[in-house]
Structure formats: structure tokens, C-alpha cells
């Protein structure tokens, strides 16, 4: 909802004076944005505040979630959606908390970005999180307070990024990284999983899984996930029958997944299956379904507090000495090592 407009001073005192003592998150808003980057983070925030599946009272918000635009008036995604800020930049109360989205109209208008950059540098330092999604970065770069810091963007302008801001160290395919008080993320949903680990930071796993779930979202991803999961590159390269096989295995990790098996889903042999698959894709299907399962398992160990032998049966090794030796032959590292090295906190 919008506050009412009575006055720059009264929208700053309503903010300041909230009675929850929320977070204030500002979300940047300007013509040309990408709609998805200002709303999935606003969304993320928002029920996080009203926990669907609580009873939480409302004066007991979590976030107050404003969205800032050059002034107050309109203003025109890339969509073609039209979003009404909350305040102008200039009017903005304190935040805790700030998400520069991208959009075509940052990357390709730099009279937006150069005015976002600016009130980014002035006012930076008395915010406690400061963070882009996808393109957003175009903004955030000129400032200079992402030098000699580990960043990210979508892939796909990760090498612009690169070439144009030198002093960025540019990793093309995490999902989103932290680097101090900053964070940077990848394309479009990858805003979302940025949200939900903010919201982890501030008040534990609980909270940021229930609004996954509310949100229905696939699985909670952790910012050094590939911007392209293998199943994906698995559809991309497949063009027939084979290409809804891959998001059934990683659905299926725990249940039998041999050749037999394989083949009878892709309603071929398992001798012409073998042949078509290794065509395909250039490997065995019993060597792609432990990459997979590796992949989960090691997702799981840096996520959850599973013991070993618990996550070697959920992701569908016959032992935990099998899942052990094929980790270490796919990571060069001992699953608990793995774990004490890079779960989350």
C-alpha cells in the first residue's frame, strides 16, 4: 500500500516513528526497469513480514518495503507496467537496506544510472546492505565502492562488466555473492534468491523457507549455485524426448535410476537409449545421474544439518562409503570437510 501523501516531512516521521521498528528496504525504481527484479525481492520482503503460515501479528512486521523513483511521479517498466513510488529519491527515510534493480533503461540510459550512482555514493555509508540485481550493477559500479570486490551479474553482461569496470573481480555465474556490506546477483529470479538469504541473515532459515515455499519456489538456492543448472543445460542441448528427462531425474534423485529405468521413461531400448544419450550429450546416463546427485548433495551439505550418511540416502547412494569416494573423486574433498568449509551460517 501507499502512504499518504501529506508532505515530505510526514511520509519520512511515519517511517522513522513505525511502531514494529522494522527494516526499511528501499527498492530503486526508474523508467525502463525490469519489472520481476523490483517485485520478486518486494514480494520476498513483504511475506516475510506477514508469515502466511503464522499467526505473527501485524504490528509485528519485519520489513517495510518502499519504492523509491526519481520523483514521485510513475514510472515505466520495460514491460510497459506502470509503478507508482512510494517517495522520490531525495525524500527517502532511512533505510536499512537498499536493492538497485536492472533494467534496460539503467543499462542503456546513463542519465539513470549516473543520478542512481550519485545518491548511491552520497548516501551508502549509513546503510547497513546495499545490493543489485542483474543489470543493477551498471548502477552500483560507478560509485567505486565495488572495487577490488568479488561481484556478479547476469551472465550474459558479465563480460561488459568486466571490460567497462576493471577494478571488479567479475564471476560470471554465481547466483549472487557477498562481498562486505555489498551483494550483487544474477538475472532476474536470482533476485528472489537474494532476498530470501538477506531474510535468512536477519531472521534465520525458518522464515526464509516459509516464504519460499509460500512463494512457491522450487528449492531455496545458495548464492555459489551455477546460473545455469546442469538440468538446464541438459534441455538446452536436447531438442526431443531426452529433454524432459533431466528436471525428472533431479526430482527423482533418491528412487532407481538406472539405464533400464532411463530408457523405459524415454520409451527407448536401453542399448539404442545408451547410444543416443552418450550422441547427445557426450557422457554415459549413469555418469550424468551421479553429477547430479553430487550436485544436490553438495547443496545439501552446505544448507541443511543432515548428517553425511542421511544426505548420501536422500540423493540415492547405495552407502555412505560410495558417496564419499565419488565426492571426493568429483570435488577432490571429503563431504564433511566440504560442509565445515562452506555451510551457510
Known sequence: ??????????????????????????ILGYDGVQALDVVGPADAFSLASSHPDSERPASARAYEVLLLGPSRRAFKAASGLSL?????????????????????????????????????GAHARDIRRVASVCTGIYALAPTGLLDGRRVTTHWRFAGEIAQRFPKLRVDPNALFIKDGKFYTSAGVTAGIDLALALIEEDYGSEA??????????????????????EPLQFQMKSNDRLSELAPWIASHLRQNLSVERLAEKACLSPRHFTRRFKRSFGAAPGDFVENMRLDEARRRLSTSAVTVEGVAESVGFASADSFRRAFERRFGIAPSIYRGRFRAA
Do not use: F
Not at 515530505?8 to 522494522?22: D, F, L, V
Not at 522450487?218 to 545455469?228: F, S, V
Open 1 to 26: 500500500m501507499r502512504p499518504r501523501r501529506n508532505g515530505t516531512e510526514h511520509m519520512t516521521n511515519q517511517y522513522k516513528t513505525s511502531p514494529a521498528a522494522s527494516r526499511t528496504v528501499g
Open 208 to 229: 526464509a523457507l516459509t516464504v519460499a515455499r509460500y512463494l512457491v519456489v522450487y528449492l531455496k538456492r545458495a548464492g555459489g549455485q551455477e546460473q545455469y543448472s
Open 84 to 120: 507508482c513510488p512510494h517517495c522520490a529519491l531525495e525524500e527517502a527515510p532511512p533505510l536499512d537496506t537498499v536493492i538497485v534493480p536492472g533494467g534496460k533503461g539503467l543499462r542503456l540510459e546513463p542519465a539513470n544510472s549516473a543520478r542512481i550512482a550519485e545518491w548511491l
